[in-house]
């Protein structure tokens, strides 16, 4: 177990680096971006939409390094940063004084431990129904140290997480909300995250869940109903555009067909490109501008 820094909520940061201003880059190449969405507030402050960014923003810095993540989430006011890992699983635990948000580290495919978790589909059962064997066992390694970390916290616990992290993310919630640990999550935010139980499963635990699609990212469409996986939550679709649409069936169809086509012509790969969490935080600092330009950008439920 990788212990790097215990959340220490004595610390402060002082000033604002503006997103734009600098780029960081570790050894391997991971580049981390400051966040534009800062911490020095309560997260409940923020606006449905600064939610989603945020933790888009987050969801895409904990694929970095500990030190590299710890520099960016000081500076965006977060005062605690500590990464737990085990086996390929990993998840960071980021605090502040009104807040603790746990963001759990997507697919990295260079690592065999996070393709077995993906490709271990088969349902296991679990105290509320089936879930996802590879994501169940994931969480499992970790589960105790996160456990013991928020145990005794009484400000919100938020979760996030992209691809496998979202599936995580959303495991480590009910988790949360079935132990006997007085802390509660607060609400999920997951970006191209793929199902993760059966209909009993999902129905099981209500927690405000906003699960982000963009356009034909592929990873959200497995693993396939006919195993009997349900999606949890409230799915905010981005259509080919960028924006936030309500298309069901055939349109939806038409518009992600038209999303391919218009990628081919590029020289893309839809499945593959629509599923970077660099795209999602594109379209919503997009969202985020056109609603301040005097865009009208309706809130899902729960978030109004």
């Known amino acids: 177990m990788e212990k790097v820094t215990d959340i220490d909520m004595s610390q402060s940061v002082d000033g604002t680096v503006q997103p734009d201003e600098v780029t960081l880059q570790q050894s391997d190449g991971f580049q981390a971006e400051p966040l534009q969405i800062t911490y020095r507030e309560p997260i409940e402050s923020l606006t449905w939409l600064e939610k989603s960014l945020g933790f888009a923003e987050l969801s895409r810095l904990a694929y970095g390094g500990p030190e590299l993540v710890s520099e960016v989430a000081r500076a965006a006011g977060i005062d605690g940063c500590e990464l737990i890992a085990k086996d390929g699983a990993e998840v960071y635990?980021?605090?502040?004084?009104?807040?603790?948000?746990?963001?759990s580290r997507g697919t990295e495919p260079n690592k065999w431990d996070d393709i077995s978790a993906d490709a271990n589909a088969w349902p296991v059962a679990f105290d509320?129904?089936?879930?996802?064997?590879?994501?169940?066992?994931?969480?499992?390694?970790?589960?105790?140290?996160?456990?013991?970390?928020?145990?005794?916290?009484?400000?919100?616990?938020?979760?996030?997480?992209?691809?496998?992290?979202?599936?995580?993310?959303?495991?480590?919630?009910?988790?949360?909300?079935?132990?006997p640990i007085s802390s509660n999550p607060r609400a999920i935010f997951t970006y191209g995250a793929p199902r993760v139980g059966n209909r009993s499963y999902?129905?099981?635990?209500?927690?405000?869940?906003?699960?982000?699609?963009?356009?034909?990212?592929?990873?959200?469409?497995?693993?396939?109903?006919?195993?009997?996986?349900?999606?949890?939550?409230?799915?905010?679709?981005?259509?080919?555009?960028g924006n936030i649409s309500r298309l069901h069936s055939w349109l939806r169809v038409h518009d992600r067909m038209r999303g391919l086509w218009t990628s081919l012509?590029?020289?893309?790969?839809?499945?593959?490109?629509?599923?970077?969490?660099?795209?999602?935080?594109?379209?919503?600092?997009?969202?985020?501008?056109?609603?301040?330009?005097?865009?009208?950008?309706?809130?899902?439920?729960?978030?109004?």
């Not at 635990?93 to 963001?103: E, K, L, Q, S």
């Not at 405000?208 to 999606?231: E, K, L, S």
């Open 202 to 241: 999902v129905n099981a635990v209500r927690i405000p869940h906003y699960r982000w699609v963009n356009n034909n990212d592929i990873v959200p469409r497995f693993p396939p109903r006919w195993m009997g996986y349900w999606h949890i939550g409230y799915e905010i679709y981005l259509n080919r555009r």
């Open 128 to 179: 509320i129904g089936r879930v996802h064997s590879g994501f169940h066992q994931h969480v499992q390694l970790l589960w105790p140290e996160i456990e013991q970390r928020i145990q005794d916290i009484q400000r919100p616990v938020w979760f996030a997480g992209h691809s496998l992290g979202g599936a995580m993310a959303t495991v480590c919630a009910v988790r949360c909300r079935l132990s």
């Open 93 to 103: 635990i980021f605090a502040t004084p009104h807040d603790c948000m746990i963001v």
């Open 265 to 304: 012509l590029r020289g893309r790969v839809d499945f593959l490109s629509d599923h970077s969490m660099s795209e999602y935080i594109v379209h919503l600092r997009d969202i985020i501008e056109s609603e301040k330009q005097g865009k009208r950008i309706s809130a899902p439920r729960g978030l109004r």
